[in-house]
Structures are given as structure tokens and as C-alpha cells.
Nanobody
Framework: QVQLVESGGGLVQPGGSLRLSCAAS????????MGWYRQAPGKERELVAA???????NYADSVKGRFTISRDNAKNTVYLQMNTLKPEDTAVYYCNARYGVALSHNYWGRGTQVTVSS
């Protein structure tokens, strides 16, 4: 199994920055597609950013240019650098790992709260 533990959330003012980390267990991290999702109260969980084993990344339009996803295979860790944060970025952020045929193996962390407020 894969276990994911997020950290780095907290309260930040608009325009500020946070860096989220997701530490993954297991020996298959290097072939795992990693993603960050978020869910705000009353809204569906949405993909924020994802990164493939080859480090190809994609972003939601709402965060493109402000957020950067990266991975460190030596540390089995994926990061989400969040800059120029906006109140609408407030959500619980979840780490996700996918691998296997059709990316059918799917694992989630418990989430970390990000609150952007003055």
C-alpha cells in the first residue's frame, strides 16, 4: 500500500505563500503520478496540479502561474509551492498518488487546511 502524509498548511494573508509537502511511503514513488487536489466547503474536490513520473505537470487554470508542483524522488515527496495566494484558494488540500494500468491504483492523504484571509 501507499501512505501519504501532507504538511505545510496554515493561515496566510492574501498575496502570501505556502509550501505544501506530501511524503509518500512505498517503493513505487518514481513511477507514480502525483497530484494535489483541494476541496472548499460546499464545493466538489478539484484537481489543482499533477506531475507525472517524467515530471510533466499540469495545473488548473485558476492556479496556473501562481502554483508550482514538483517532486523529489530521492525523498519520496511531492511539493506544491503556492504563491500570490487568494482567498478563493482556501480549502483542504489533498495529496493523491496514482499508478498502474490506467492509473487505477489510487491513494489519498488525509488533507491539510489552507486558509487565505486577512
Amino acid at each position: 500500500q501507499v501512505q501519504l502524509v501532507e504538511s505545510g498548511g496554515g493561515l496566510v494573508q492574501p498575496g502570501g505563500s505556502l509550501r505544501l509537502s506530501c511524503a509518500a511511503s512505498g517503493s513505487i514513488f518514481s513511477i507514480t503520478t502525483m497530484g494535489w487536489y483541494r476541496q472548499a466547503p460546499g464545493k466538489e474536490r478539484e484537481l489543482v496540479a499533477a506531475i507525472t513520473p517524467s515530471s510533466t505537470s499540469n495545473y488548473a487554470d485558476s492556479v496556473k502561474g501562481r502554483f508550482t508542483i514538483s517532486r523529489d524522488n530521492a525523498k519520496n515527496t511531492v511539493y506544491l509551492q503556492m504563491n500570490t495566494l487568494k482567498p478563493e484558494d482556501t480549502a483542504v488540500y489533498y495529496c493523491n498518488a496514482r499508478y498502474g494500468v490506467a492509473l487505477s491504483h489510487n491513494y489519498w492523504g488525509r488533507g491539510t487546511q489552507v486558509t487565505v484571509s486577512s
